[in-house]
C-alpha cells in the first residue's frame, strides 16, 4: 500500500475536478493516483495539461519519499482503442463500438455479473457487465428486449460464444413497455374487477356489469433512461475516456479562444 493522504487527494480532485480526471472512486471509495502493483511509480495524475497535472501532484500529500517526477503525454482517455464494426466482423481481443437491439432478457449469474444479447442484423453478440464494474450493471439488468443500445469494450471468445466486455454503453432508444389492467368504472371512477377471461368487469361498489370493457393498456416507467453510462472508475481501461473528460476538454478549449 502506498503512503498516500486519501483525504488531500479528495481535495485535489474537487479543486482540479475541471482539469484532472480518474483521481478517485467515490462508488468504491478508492484512491486511483496510485499503483497496485510493487513498481517504481508512486503515484501518476491524469489531467489535460501538463501545469494542471503537476499542480495535482503538488496537492496531494505522500509519507515516503519522493525521488523525481516526470510528465508524459499519453494516449489515455482517448478512446482511440475502439474500432466501428457489425458484429459479424468482430474478432477476438479487440476493442469495439458496435450498435444492435437488445434480442434477449438480461440474466444474472452468482458472483453479481450481468449478461444481455444484442443482435444488429449480422449476428449476435453476448455484452458483460462483471461485478467490478459496480452500479453500471443496474442499467445493463433493466434492459429490455428491442432496447437500441451502442456498446464499447472488448471482444473476448468465450466457451458459449463471443463476449463483449463492458466499458461504456449509450442507450438511444427504449422499447415500450406495457402491463393490462382493469378499467375504472364509469359511474364511481373505482377499478372494477374483471369477471373472468373474456367477460368483462363488473364494479363491486355499483353492481353495474360491463362484458363488453376491454382492459386498460398500461405504460409501464422504465428504470433506464436513454443516455451514456460508464463502469466506474476503478473498473475502466486506461485508455477509456470518461464520460466528464469531453466536457472538461471542451471548457478548457472555450476558455484559450
Excluded at 494542471?52 to 499519453?74: C, D, N, Q, S, W
Excluded at 428504470?223 to 470518461?242: F, I, Q
Amino acid at each position: 500500500e502506498r503512503l498516500v493522504d486519501e483525504q488531500s487527494v479528495l481535495e485535489m480532485d474537487g479543486s482540479l475536478a475541471l482539469y484532472t480526471f480518474d483521481n478517485y472512486d467515490y462508488e468504491k471509495r478508492e484512491v486511483r493516483i496510485t499503483p497496485h502493483t510493487p513498481c517504481p511509480v508512486l503515484a501518476g495524475v491524469r489531467a489535460i495539461t501538463p501545469e494542471h497535472a503537476e499542480k495535482g501532484l503538488g496537492m496531494v500529500r505522500f509519507y515516503e519519499p519522493i525521488e523525481f517526477h516526470v510528465v508524459f503525454k499519453t494516449n489515455q482517455a482517448g478512446d482511440l482503442h475502439y474500432i466501428p464494426a457489425r458484429i459479424s466482423d468482430m474478432k477476438p481481443n479487440t476493442s469495439y463500438i458496435v450498435t444492435g437491439v437488445v434480442s434477449s432478457p438480461p440474466t444474472i449469474i452468482p458472483g453479481g455479473h450481468v449478461f444481455v444479447k444484442i443482435s444488429d442484423g449480422t449476428g449476435e453478440v453476448t455484452l458483460a457487465a462483471y461485478e467490478p464494474t459496480g452500479s453500471f450493471r443496474r442499467v445493463v439488468q433493466n434492459l429490455v428486449v428491442g432496447d437500441e443500445v451502442l456498446a464499447y469494450g472488448a471482444v473476448k471468445l468465450k466457451p458459449s460464444g463471443p463476449t463483449l466486455n463492458l466499458e461504456k454503453l449509450a442507450v438511444t432508444r427504449l422499447a415500450r413497455v406495457t402491463v393490462k389492467a382493469a378499467p375504472p368504472c364509469d359511474i364511481c371512477g373505482r377499478r372494477m374487477k374483471s369477471m373472468g377471461q373474456g367477460k368483462g368487469y363488473r364494479c363491486e361498489k355499483c353492481g353495474i356489469k360491463r362484458p363488453d370493457k376491454e382492459p386498460l393498456v398500461v405504460d409501464l416507467e422504465r428504470k433506464v433512461s436513454v443516455g451514456v453510462y460508464e463502469v466506474c472508475v476503478s473498473a475502466r481501461r486506461h485508455l477509456a475516456m470518461p464520460l466528464k473528460l469531453k466536457s472538461s476538454l471542451r471548457h478548457y478549449q472555450h476558455g484559450q479562444c
